[in-house]
């Protein structure tokens, strides 16, 4: 039966040392700089999202409560900034939809507005590129 020293078996599996050594390195860097840096990210992401959601549903909430001819221009600026929320699209245009439909049965909303819908509904079906590059209005 052979004893091997420690200076004898590094010598003979050298280089699988030097591969945990750098495994070990490459686990450590992982968790002590990756790791919270990845967290940190996700963390501001879903903070950004939280905020976007509390936005349009302040906005939402201001764009149905509004009342008097005051608030026109911040409604029509209203309809205008939903352009901004693509996660939304679906149901910005289910609600702008239901909202003209609901204010020209009334008959006292400002054709403004109502121009104002139509403008950003179409905005909401046009594709991408035409998002970005074509849209003029």
Known sequence: MIILSIESFYHSNEGLMQ?????????????????????????????????????????????????????????ITIVYEFRNFPEYYKVTKRILTGLKQQWNVQGNTAQRLIDEIDITIEFIDSNYFKRKLCFKK
Not at 28 to 50: A, C, E, H, V, W
């Open 19 to 75: 591969t945990i050594a750098i495994i070990v390195a490459i686990i450590l860097g992982y968790y002590t700089i990756f790791k919270p840096l990845y967290d940190y990210i996700k963390s501001q992401k879903n903070q950004r999202r939280d905020k976007r959601f509390e936005t349009y549903h302040k906005l939402i909430d201001i764009l149905v409560g509004a009342k008097g001819a005051a608030m026109l221009d911040r409604q």
